[in-house]
């Protein structure tokens, strides 16, 4: 606990914080690490990548691991290795773009049902309604209305974290609205817009952090289910579920095109995981349990 | 008991009709309009007009959703474009397949998640425990269709000891025996979910087992693994059980990536079909049977929670 007489202490910042958790624990290291390699692949891919990612070459089709292409050649002769690093690019993108999407819609829903019980109340019903939806029926149904394309990839697959998000923040929110410092500021004649800045939002953003990197890591699977099934990022831009979509059809002749996009999944997914559980740990006991046992 | 049955049952009647709202709103969301996507763009706008009047689409929306309602409640789903059947017969046709394949899924998801996840709680910090927890995340993070596309190319490519896709019903040729092209989807299909109730079960059970009963039971000197299996396990499996609606709803979601990877004749790769076919009816019919059946799983796991845990009557 700190000391009472330290008031001129300034509050730890966010990097202290967060950074430290990570440090402490190696497989959280690891995490951090294998997202570094992912945000650089997609950062300097024409630097790092050896070949153009949409170049054909008919004559080395379907040619296996060799030490001109690493990880072999697709059913075009394209580079696989610099088609998983282009890749990263998608990645990073429906991943940001649906924390993003899923931030922007489900903070203010929940702030704004957790001030206004009434409304509020009417709200969390719609939210429940929405839920009544597997994730991806509801992704599906959105991109038929919307069609295929990456921004409605994202918008889809977002809605479905727009429920969660909403109902996390709604339960934190009430949380804090029922502490003795935010009452009290009340009491002093807080306006509710000054008591969202001061004292909820500030408050949100630990768990915020927490959820952030588990819907990235689930924003992974759920694109790569829809470029798999043919709905989500057109077949020409690489993507790790388009390279999965296509390489489907070589399965046997071509097993490693099959490999190397999955596993720069896998890892993706996993490191998120990692280190979205490492950040869950350091949170506040009073606010972790918002995430259940199970995420 | 009963008054909370009601109650929730209520609520989920009201759920159910905003979810039919939404459901209903969805064919009219679609760009374009559903007379051409049924007659194709050759249709004489008098031939539109005609088919317009017959399937009520001239009424007021209102109207329209009260008709569809009312059809639904007879049994009546709608017409299939592309099967020029009944949807609910288009229905009936994939079900066989998925709700095999569910259950087949829930059995492996039980008899792997739960004891596993009770050992790694048992073993709680050990290397044991640590391997597997680990195991376990990596399992959530694998998409469900990678998983797939290794079983079929290992198991029935490489070693040929099972069939890759495909599935004949049971009334058919080879009978029970048939079960055997379930076999590969259905381990897909667990994995995922297996993770997840392993990590329920452990994070649950070692929840329970630093409360005050568990500590009353030791102290009373009963042998550790009884403790373990009538007092931390009892408790801990109501976890499991709460988690049963969310799991039935991520199981429909991979079930529709697993279908196609499969090539299974269920209402997964039904969807992704209709989908790619503009066959829209489907799509609406099967959304909604499906929203059913989730709301009444959820209902009947809130309801049984109750009766399997009286604490939660008294808060």
Do not use: C
Not at chain 1, 145 to 155: D, Q, R, Y
């Amino acid at each position: 606990m700190t000391d009472v007489a330290n008031h001129s202490d300034r509050r730890p910042g966010l990097i202290r914080l967060w950074i430290g958790p990570l440090l402490a624990r190696p497989v959280a290291l690891l995490g951090v690490a294998i997202l570094l390699v992912v945000v650089l692949f997609a950062v300097a891919a024409p630097l790092i990548a050896p070949y153009d990612p949409s170049a054909y070459d008919a004559l080395i089709r379907l040619s296996p691991p060799n030490p001109q292409h690493w990880f072999g050649t697709d059913q075009f002769g394209r580079d696989t290795l610099s088609r998983v690093i282009y890749s990263a690019r998608m990645a990073l993108l429906v991943g940001v773009g649906v924390v993003v999407f899923a931030l922007v819609t489900g903070v203010p829903v929940g702030v704004f049902s957790a001030l206004f019980p009434r409304l509020g109340q009417l709200l969390m019903r719609a939210i429940d309604v929405l839920m009544a939806f597997p994730s991806l029926l509801l992704a599906l149904g959105l991109i038929v209305i919307l069609g295929p394309s990456v921004a409605n990839s994202i918008i889809a697959i977002g809605a479905g974290f727009l429920t969660t998000t909403a109902r996390i923040v709604y339960g934190l929110a009430l949380r804090l609205k029922m502490e003795t410092y935010v009452e009290a500021a009340r009491s002093m004649g807080s306006r509710t817009g000054w008591l969202v800045l001061k004292h909820v939002l500030p408050n949100l953003i630990s768990p915020l952090l927490v959820q952030a990197s588990f819907v990235f890591a689930f924003a992974q699977l759920g694109a790569a289910s829809l470029d798999f099934l043919g709905v989500g990022a057109p077949p020409n831009i690489p993507s790790w579920g388009n390279m999965l979509a296509e390489a489907r059809n070589f399965i046997t002749r071509a097993p490693w095109l099959l490999f190397f996009p999955g596993m720069m999944i896998v890892l993706t997914a996993f490191a998120l995981n990692l280190v979205g559980d490492a950040l869950r740990d350091r949170l506040d006991p009073r606010l972790r349990s918002a995430f259940g046992a199970e995420r | 008991m009963w008054s909370y049955a009601l109650k929730r049952a209520g609520a989920t009647a009201i759920t159910l009709v905003a979810a039919s709202v939404i459901i209903f709103a969805f064919i009219h969301l679609i760009p374009g309009d559903p007379i051409y996507v049924r007659l194709g763009d050759t249709a004489t706008p008098d031939q539109v007009e005609a088919v317009r009047h017959t399937l009520g689409l001239d009424q007021p929306i209102l109207v329209q959703y009260f008709q569809w309602v009312g059809a639904v409640l007879h049994g009546d789903l709608g017409h299939s474009i592309f099967y020029d059947e009944p949807i609910l017969s288009v229905i009936a046709d994939h079900a066989e397949t998925s709700v095999l394949l569910a259950t087949i899924t829930m059995i492996w998801v039980l008899l792997i998640g739960v004891p596993v996840g009770m050992i790694a709680a048992t073993r709680h910090g050990s290397w044991l425990d640590q391997g597997l927890s680990g195991l376990a995340m990596l399992m959530a993070s694998v998409p469900t269709f990678w998983v797939g596309l290794y079983m079929i190319l290992i198991f029935a490519a490489w070693l040929g000891w099972l069939p890759s896709s495909g599935f004949p019903s049971l009334f058919d040729r080879g009978g029970i025996a048939n079960l055997r092209y379930l076999l590969l989807p259905s381990l897909t299909l667990a994995a995922p979910n297996a993770a997840l109730i392993l990590r329920l079960t452990r994070a649950s059970m070692l929840d329970v087992s630093r409360e005050d009963h568990v500590r009353t039971a030791r102290a009373k000197g009963i042998r550790p693994w009884r403790v373990v299996t009538h007092h931390i396990f009892r408790n801990a499996l109501l976890a499991v059980v709460s988690a049963f609606g969310f799991t039935f709803a991520a199981l429909i979601s991979e079930a529709v990536v697993t279908e196609t990877v499969f090539a299974l004749p269920g209402i997964g790769r039904l969807v992704v079909q209709s989908i790619l076919q503009r066959d829209y009816p489907v799509i609406q019919g099967v959304v909604l049977v499906i929203v059913v059946l989730y709301l009444v799983v959820n209902f009947l796991v809130d309801v049984s929670y109750r009766f399997l845990d009286p604490r939660v009557e008294l808060q």
